[in-house]
């Protein structure tokens, strides 16, 4: 069956995001762990290693817009070194994480509510997907370009990630590709599309006012 247009498009743009996710990972540490230069040594405790970030998630509304909240080395200071970060990540209906990548770490999802598609590309520019339910774990490997998608029309949906880096990274392919002031005939042409389609992408992921 013929791809459509925004099919082709979709594909292709996970195709050029390749270049962009240099595999890499977190250095090895000699310590047991890093203490930030301006935190005392001597007074560390329970206290370092707790981080209390993911609270408000706990009572609150579920929210309009796609939504992540991390817990990395920038949040937490006590993962450096630990090879280790976190996020809780929100859909509400319809939602969708953009096609990303994580250059230096796989990541883990762990959907704890709701429905989801999902699916990346490897190397071969095979596309590999699910359908995934409340308790089903999918791994993302390290450095491909992935997605989300919370395909109910009236419910949220929420997921867990774990990834092996204290800072995974995140390059987001559609803001790289469309938002880097390449003329827009060059993308029409490159996406086998027209210059009103691409100008019509770029107004979609344009930033919010």
Known sequence: ??????????????????????????PDIISDFVVPMEVNN????????TYTGMRPLINSDPPTNF???????????ALNG?????????YPAGSVNPPHTHPRATELLFLT??????GFVDTTNKLSTQRLQAGDIFAFPKGLVHYQFNCAENDFAVAVSAFGSAA?????????????GIDD????????????TIQK???????KA
Do not use: H
Not at 42 to 49: Q, V
């Open 185 to 196: 005939e060059i993308l029409a042409k490159s996406f086998k599309t027209d210059v009103y």
């Open 67 to 77: 939504t992540v909240t991390k817990a990395t080395m920038a949040e937490f200071p």
């Open 42 to 49: 001597t007074l560390l405790d329970g206290n370092f290693f």
């Open 113 to 118: 509510y709701g429905v989801l598609e999902v």
């Open 201 to 207: 992408l770029k107004a979609g992921f344009a930033p």
């Open 1 to 26: 069956m013929a791809l459509t247009v925004k099919q082709r498009f979709f594909l292709t743009i996970l195709v050029l995001a390749f270049p962009l996710s240099a595999i890499s990972g977190d």
């Open 168 to 180: 995974a990274g995140t390059v987001s392919v559609p803001s790289t590709v469309l938002a880097t």
């Open 82 to 90: 630990q090879s280790v970060s976190y996020a809780v990540l929100q």
